[in-house]
């Protein structure tokens, strides 16, 4: 589209719009390599790697406590894995059975995404109230995990059914009529056209799930999550050496999204391989 | 084989039905089948505990704990302290702000990635820049404006170096200002998105159509871009709005305690075993809630837009 002098000003209000996005945590990771004796503002006094050496518990002596992390990371990476598996079955079977027609389906599609639209500190209150009542310990592990479930169902839901939608029913039913069983169908069929959403809807599961805090922070009971650790950090001082935490987590994340981003492409390479061949034939 | 088919024959003469409608009760008996664990989980995990926090809310509070005699008590404390009432309207206000600023500050930026970049890789690239601020904890994106609006922060700093002040602006951070400059921050992507996935739809002939008829750029915005926009917006609008109205963590961290939403009211009353006031906060919080997305739901059919 040609518009003069909009399309310059919209580039430029957008180059904008990015760096309000990135600033605060390019200003957070500078301020991650502050000297010992910096705070957690300008000017950086001396570039170090104290504060990471600190959070890694290298730091010998210090003023300040050691950010509370290491059990806290275990804990949250298990619930994390528990939650992808349960809700990426849970979402795969859903959007399967939306593939038929049936009496009730509006109701019960509003059901399920209503569990991504409830505002974290409802339900983890909800539930904080249902165990006391019923004397049923608040765990990470239990009441915790039910409810970061009931966060990341819909969304597997949402991407499984927007896959399901796109794949033709008749190309399984004709894999059938020609006396293929129904496992084989489901592993040569099936299975290779739903893969990618469900990586997607496995990566969306637990990087939600890792990350979230206000259904945890009701519902965890004695051992902290890791959000609940940091967010224990905020009500004292701040220091560097959770700017340190900050940077590590996020190349943490980048690498559980390369990882993704491989697997997807060594998928669809693979399937280009495959229809390569049926050209070639 | 042979024996099954001439049973299953047998039988829809009996009852006169068609193999096709047979095939279609045994299909909706198989969805039900699939369905039936993730609803259950719905309801045990996420409709129970809501009915819990209702229940609660006419519970009576004694100092440290509630019993289950009912009362309306805890109501009337609520509804008739300012503090609690005075929440309520922060809440609204800052989500009504939000709200607007994420579309104000979202929408050219979607104009931009939606409708002007036509190449496919750019337009993904832009896309997935703006999502990546995502893979950063959300608690980390929140802390990461103090050093930015701080007396010693970042653009303090900035500007003092430049000359444009002379002293730090110190309403810049524990204000109402950084919280709504932080929330606008972290939930304005979820406005761009759908924005931008509606202008992408956009066939551009009717747009050049329009153009090539002596439409001004005004014109085909107002009567072409907008309309064909809406359903985004509103997407988005629902996005925001549920996210900003149950939040409590920016508010926390951001505010130095001089916003208090109904979030961080439900967050303290627990801490200091009110639970049933804490449960009436909650009743308020989901009226409000309800009320807004049932007002979108009237103006956007969700199902359809997904």
Redesign the interface.
Known sequence: ?Q?GI??PA??T??AL??L??????I??AI?SFQSIDG?????IRDWSTYWYQHLLGLAESSRVSQLPVGESLVRSMMLAFMTTVVSTI??V??A?????K?KGS?P????????M???????G??????S??LGIGRAWWSTSF??H??YT?PFA??IM??IFNRFDRTVEEASLSLGVTPAQTFRRVTFPIIFPGVLSAMLFSF?LSY?E??RT??TAGRDLT??LS??GT?SVE?YPN??A??VL??LF??T??VIYGLLMKRFTAKASRFSGQEDAA | MSAFSTDTLATSAQTAESPALIRERKDRRRALGLLTPGLIWMALFMVLPMVMVVYVSFWTQTTFAVNSELTTASWERFLSSPTYLSAIWTTLRIWLIVLVLTILVGYPVALFIGLFVRNKTIQTALLVACVIPFWTSFLIRVIAWRPMLGTEGAINTILLKLGVISEPLTFLLFSEFSVLVGMTQIYCVFMVGPITFMLGRIDISVIEAARDLGASFGTVFRRIILPLSLPGVMVGSIFVSVMVLGEFATAASLSGRKVNLLGNIIVSQVGSLKWAFAAVAGVVLTIIITAVIALALRLVDLRKEM
Request: avoid cysteine; hydrophobic fraction near 65%; charge should be neutral.
């Open positions: 589209m518009s909009l399309r919209l580039a209000y957008t719009f990015l309000f996005l990135y600033g605060p945590m200003v957070l301020l705070g957690p503002q300008f000017p849970l979402g079977m859903s399967e059975a939306f593939r038929t049936f509006g019960a599609f509003y059901l399920i995404i209503l569990g639209m409830v505002p974290g500190v409802l339900v209150l909800g539930m904080a109230l249902l006391n009542t039910v409810l479930v009931v169902y839901f949402l059914l927007a990087t990350d805090f206000a922070l009701f890791l959000p940091i967010y905020f701040i959770l700017f935490f900050g987590t996020t994340s980048f559980l999204l």
